[in-house]
């Protein structure tokens, strides 16, 4: 017996999500997600941006991208990007705390694939030619 009334509705979204992950098979999925971490950061670096975490502390599902904060790189307002990135029906995160604004995070992880990831892309493209 539990304590109090348990999150029932969680308990099977959690077995409905392992299903997929093992029968998509663990080596599969990360290396899907390593690929799209790569073509994350292939994308900032074609626009001219840095990564935050110091080379070989990148994560795979998520790219957290220096706007500007290093010398020479990229600065862009980043809440006018999250707008134009919204508008065209995807969200992106502008940094929290102290790097609010001088990061934005883009999400590669779950069940994302190239597929889905390339209108993101585009969307990116578009929003950083308005800025």
């Known amino acids: 017996m539990t304590?109090?009334?348990?999150?029932?509705g969680h308990v099977y979204a959690l077995a409905s999500k392992l299903e997929d992950i093992f029968s998509e098979g663990l080596e599969r999925r990360y290396a899907r997600h390593a690929k799209l971490a790569q073509?994350?950061?292939?994308?900032?670096a074609r626009h001219g941006?840095?990564?935050?975490?110091?080379?070989?502390?990148?994560?795979?599902?998520?790219?957290?991208?220096?706007?500007?904060?290093?010398?020479?790189?990229?600065?862009?307002?980043v809440a006018k990007f999250q707008k134009l990135i919204k508008d065209r029906g995807f969200l992106i995160d502008g940094g929290y705390g102290r790097i609010k604004g001088t990061t934005f995070r883009i999400s590669n992880m779950g069940d994302e694939t190239e597929a889905?990831?390339?209108?993101?892309?585009?969307?990116?493209?578009?929003?950083?030619k308005q800025l």
């Not at 304590?3 to 029932?8: A, D, G, H, K, L």
């Open 3 to 8: 304590p109090s009334t348990p999150s029932v």
């Open 116 to 128: 889905t990831m390339n209108p993101l892309y585009a969307a990116l493209d578009a929003a950083m």
């Open 39 to 44: 073509m994350t950061r292939d994308w900032a």
């Open 49 to 77: 941006f840095s990564l935050f975490p110091e080379k070989s502390f990148e994560s795979i599902t998520l790219t957290c991208v220096n706007n500007g904060a290093k010398p020479g790189g990229r600065v862009i307002d």
